[in-house]
């Protein structure tokens, strides 16, 4: 089964572009690839999501190459705001096997 | 329309003690599912909910257990609590309209209730 696997932690700097690569080798022909944002003591929230090429949306951009192995999570411009821990997530998610990475502390510096 | 809320907030339990978790989907999703995290292991599947059925289930042990209502309304329940039982209890809800998960359902959190167990 489809095994997650990103950067621990990131850093950047306010208006920066931060890129956030997750793998996953094991990809199976129905899953998508979905991006989750959560800050300290909430819920994550759904950023984007899709299944293969680019996807963009008004908070972040979501780069899937043709082998679907990885993809990355493009944040433009980021702000204080964006500091929080960032999660890949490959689904279906209708099994045993929840597959929410580790997930990636980006800490955004002014 | 509002969002999935989760009650109590914050929990404070002892060792041996039972609790009961509240999630209240957002109107017009019928799936409920649960998690645990915690800074060592992470977001951690423990159920999830269908029309008042469970359709899956993590490997947590029997201790954890939960049910969901007409009204799509779920709790979960934790019997005899250990101290590493300590987290934030998150659920979520989704549209899912049919019997079986579409690939591309998106999830929608609650806040979520921080569990202490003394």
């Known amino acids: 089964l489809a095994k997650t696997t990103q950067p621990i932690s990131m850093d950047s700097y306010e208006g920066q572009e931060v890129n956030i690569t997750c793998s996953h080798n094991n990809i199976a022909t129905n899953d998508y690839i979905t991006w989750y944002q959560q800050f300290p003591s909430q819920g994550p929230r759904f950023i984007i999501q899709?299944?293969?090429t680019k996807v963009t949306n008004e908070v972040a951009s979501l780069f899937i190459p043709a082998d679907r192995k990885s993809s990355t999570l493009s944040l433009p411009r980021v702000s204080l705001s964006d500091t929080a821990v960032y999660y890949c997530?490959?689904?279906?998610?209708?099994?045993?096997?929840?597959?929410f990475g580790a997930g990636t502390r980006l800490t955004v510096k002014p | 329309k509002a969002g999935v809320t989760q009650t109590p907030r914050y929990l404070i339990k002892t060792r041996g003690q039972q609790v009961t978790l509240s999630c209240s989907p957002i109107s017009g999703h019928r799936s409920v599912s649960w998690y645990q995290q915690t800074p060592g292991q992470g977001l951690q599947f423990l159920f999830e909910?269908?029309?008042?059925?469970?359709?899956n289930k993590g490997n947590f042990p029997g201790r954890f257990s939960g049910r969901q209502f007409s009204n799509s309304r779920s709790e979960m329940n934790v019997s005899t609590l250990e101290l590493g039982d300590s987290a934030l209890y998150l659920c979520?809800?989704?549209?899912?309209?049919?019997?079986?998960?579409?690939?591309?359902?998106?999830?929608?959190f609650g806040s979520g209730t921080q569990l202490s167990v003394l």
């Open positions: 997530l490959v689904g279906p998610y209708n099994n045993n096997d929840m597959r």
């Open positions: 979520a809800s989704s549209p899912s309209g049919g019997r079986l998960r579409e690939a591309n359902e998106k999830l929608f």
């Open positions: 899709g299944y293969k």
């Open positions: 909910y269908f029309s008042e059925t469970q359709r």
